[in-house]
């Protein structure tokens, strides 16, 4: 089938589009609660945007905070590769490298 514009390019693309709200905005310095409780917040960019399905490497579990709208939480005890990516994150935040 021949390609007519960008339209057909994104349509008969064999890789998926998705819409994604990245979660790498600024966040304040963790409150004493988020450092006693090591909760890793991190906060969602105010616009979204489209990506290549095969660029995601990893998800991650998050948890809305409750205390402002687009800030979460990483549920960071499912498995060993993200508790050691939020640990690094940890010191990285609190400058501890």
């Known amino acids: ?25 600024q966040v304040p310095q ?15 960019r105010s616009s979204s945007c489209f990506i290549l399905a ?16 687009g800030d979460y939480y990483v549920f960071d005890l499912l498995d060993d590769d993200i508790f050691s990516r939020v640990r690094d994150l940890w010191k990285e935040r609190l400058g501890q490298d």
Not at 13 to 21: A, C, E
Not at 30 to 36: K, Y
Not at 54 to 69: D, R
């Open 30 to 44: 963790p409150n004493t609660w988020e450092r006693d409780f090591q909760l890793f917040r991190i906060r969602a």
């Open 54 to 69: 095969k660029s995601i490497v990893c998800g991650v579990v998050v948890i809305p905070t409750y205390t402002k709208e």
């Open 1 to 25: 089938m021949p390609v007519n514009g960008p339209e057909d390019r994104i349509v008969n693309d064999p890789w998926p589009w998705v819409l994604i709200r990245p979660l790498d905005a």
